[in-house]
């Protein structure tokens, strides 16, 4: 029970800090242009902070289990890290081009979009063996279960800071 209250909290405080800093971001690049790279990157990172301390007090973990996992974690976090790299890429790509985008645009950024989805599932599912190695099953599910839990809220809180696409008529 105090794991899954610890869960909810977190998930709660990670989802009240990301969403008003996202739309700080888009508000101050709305007016001022100063929202640079280096402030994305910034909160990037801090969100992995938070899923990295997440995980770590809710996966009951031995000292030996320990020890193998997090440089496991850390190789599987960076190449996800790598994919959000590009998401991050389409979305300022969105954001300069939204208003006049044409179709052939807008498709490709689907396109991009979709791809990118299918890339982070086949590296989960290329991780779950590795990880499997150095935990049990249980273990193992608890981790992806986490992490994909968590990588949703994630999306979420960015996605709703994305207008929609307008239709051209």
């Known amino acids: 029970m105090k794991n899954k209250l610890m869960v909810v909290l977190v998930l709660g405080c990670m989802s009240f800090l990301a969403a008003p800093a996202l739309r700080a971001q888009a508000a101050a690049s709305k007016d001022s242009q100063t929202v640079t790279d280096q402030d994305v990157k910034l909160l990037r990172q801090d969100l992995r902070s938070q899923k990295k301390q997440l995980i770590a007090a809710n996966l009951t973990l031995t000292d030996a289990e320990s020890t193998k996992f997090w440089p496991v974690y850390d190789q599987f976090s960076a190449e996800m890290t790598t994919l959000g790299d590009q998401k991050y890429a389409l979305i300022k790509e969105y954001a300069q081009n939204f208003g006049s985008l044409t179709d052939a645009q807008a498709q490709s950024l689907l ?12 590296l989960r599912i290329k991780y779950v063996p ?11 599910a608890t981790f992806f279960q986490m992490e994909r839990r968590i990588s949703a809220l994630i999306d979420l ?13």
Do not use: E, F, W
């Open 157 to 169: 809180q960015v996605a709703a800071q994305i207008p929609l696409l307008q239709q051209q008529h």
């Open 111 to 122: 396109n991009r979009s979709l791809a990118l989805d299918q890339a982070a599932t086949q």
């Open 130 to 140: 590795i990880i499997n190695k150095v935990l049990p099953g249980t273990k193992t």
